[in-house]
């Protein structure tokens, strides 16, 4: 490396093709604990910036000197005044990450599922929270499914592959980080779907995303089919594209299924949550391909980056899907739930529209891990 910093979109690389890194984070340590970059491929030390500035020359005896160092924090400031200290003691071979935590929390990186006629299928994938996006190109028209806030990564994108975006669809109202769905939709004069029984307190204009819609996507006919599929909230709604794609929100994921308890109705959501997963989906091909919206681990992604399996796969390897009592299933899904996600209650009220939080607000609502699945 020459340059005196590291981008987010070198680390994102490194995880896709599972390069090795050092990574010195100087963040708490309950911090570092709660939420890091991560991959199987990188080697960690947390050492907090308090005690680096205390005694900066114990940290270089412990540090590799063969290695180039990757040095992150929650914005990179104090990352940048421990690669200071660092080089002061002697050390050339460390970098800070630009921006720190709160970059990479934002950063999107695209990769290709499928081609399809008249384009293709990507995955946005928000590797610092566990958030996935899709755009589905077809011709000179696109679609973007579960669109993050971060609206001009999405029209640069499309812009770059000669598509304009002309739909902007939410599968259902997000608790867990702040949807840029009706955003992008103003952005780009695009038409916003959501489902309407997620919609009741919505503040803004919308399509109505249900069950038995289809919507079509450029000259190649692309068809994008709308399956009712509650349980996450009471109006998620799967997409079917072309009959080969299986775009399942936060109902259904790789290595688990979705929590029903992010407005407070986990007892009244339990019961939809099954019907959908062992009915619903149980009735559907078993050679769809599932693209959810999270994913909670590196150990859900194929060797490509992407995050995606059949659905037979996961019938037959999500534990989620293989609990056939229903009373196991019920104390399943509300007794043993991880923490909320932080900042739930606003992010959703955001995403109503009822308050707008300034920019450096909403990111900070949105740190943190995914906390979406059970």
Same mark, same amino acid.
């Given at each position: ?158 812009? +770059?592959? /000669?598509? &304009? %975006?002309?739909?902007?669809?939410? #599968? ?6 702040? @949807?840029? !769905? ?27 995303? +249900?069950? /038995?819609? &289809? %919507?079509?996507?450029?000259?190649? #006919? ?6 009712? @599929?509650? !349980? ?143």
């Amino acid at each position: 490396m020459t340059n005196q910093t590291v981008s987010t979109d070198h680390v994102a690389k490194k995880i896709l093709q599972q390069k090795p890194m050092y990574l010195l984070d100087v963040r708490k340590t309950s911090d570092f604990n709660d939420w890091k970059i991560e991959s199987e491929s990188f080697t960690y030390k947390n050492v907090p910036f308090s005690e680096v500035k205390e005694d900066v020359d114990a940290l270089v005896e412990e540090l590799p000197k063969d290695r180039d160092i990757i040095i992150t924090c929650a914005k990179g400031i104090s990352a940048g005044k421990t690669a200071e200290k660092l080089k002061e003691a002697g050390m050339e071979n460390v970098y800070p990450l630009e921006g720190g935590m709160r970059a990479w929390s934002e950063h999107l990186e695209p990769v290709k599922i499928a081609d399809i006629e008249g384009g293709a299928i990507y995955q946005l994938i928000r590797l610092g929270k566990g958030c996935l996006s899709y755009m589905v190109i077809s011709g000179d028209e696109a679609a973007v499914i579960d669109p993050t806030r971060m609206t001009d990564v999405f029209v640069h994108f499309a812009k +770059e592959k /000669g598509a &304009t %975006i002309r739909y902007a669809i939410d #599968t259902h109202l997000h608790a867990d980080h702040i @949807s840029g !769905g009706q955003a992008l939709a103003e952005q780009t004069q695009a038409r916003y779907y959501l489902p309407p029984k997620d919609a009741t307190e919505v503040t803004y204009e919308y399509e109505p995303l +249900e069950g /038995g819609n &289809t %919507i079509t996507v450029g000259e190649a #006919t692309i068809e994008v089919e709308a399956l009712y @599929s509650p !349980g996450h909230t009471i109006g998620s709604t799967s997409l079917i594209v072309n009959q080969q794609f299986l775009f399942t929100g936060d109902i259904l994921f790789i290595d688990s299924i979705g929590r029903p308890d992010l407005a407070g109705k986990a007892e009244d959501w339990v019961g939809d949550l099954r019907e959908t997963l062992y009915n619903r989906y149980r009735k559907l091909s078993s050679s769809l391909i599932v693209l959810p919206a999270h994913f909670a681990t590196n150990h859900e992604m194929n060797q490509d980056g992407s995050v995606a399996k059949t659905l037979g796969d996961l019938f037959a390897n999500n534990h989620g899907l293989n609990v056939e009592d229903e009373t196991s299933f019920r104390k399943m899904v509300t007794e043993n739930l991880p923490p909320q996600p932080n900042s739930y209650q606003q992010i959703r009220e955001t995403n109503m529209g009822k308050i707008n939080p300034a920019s450096e607000e909403k990111q900070e609502m949105e740190t943190g891990p995914n906390r979406c699945a059970i």
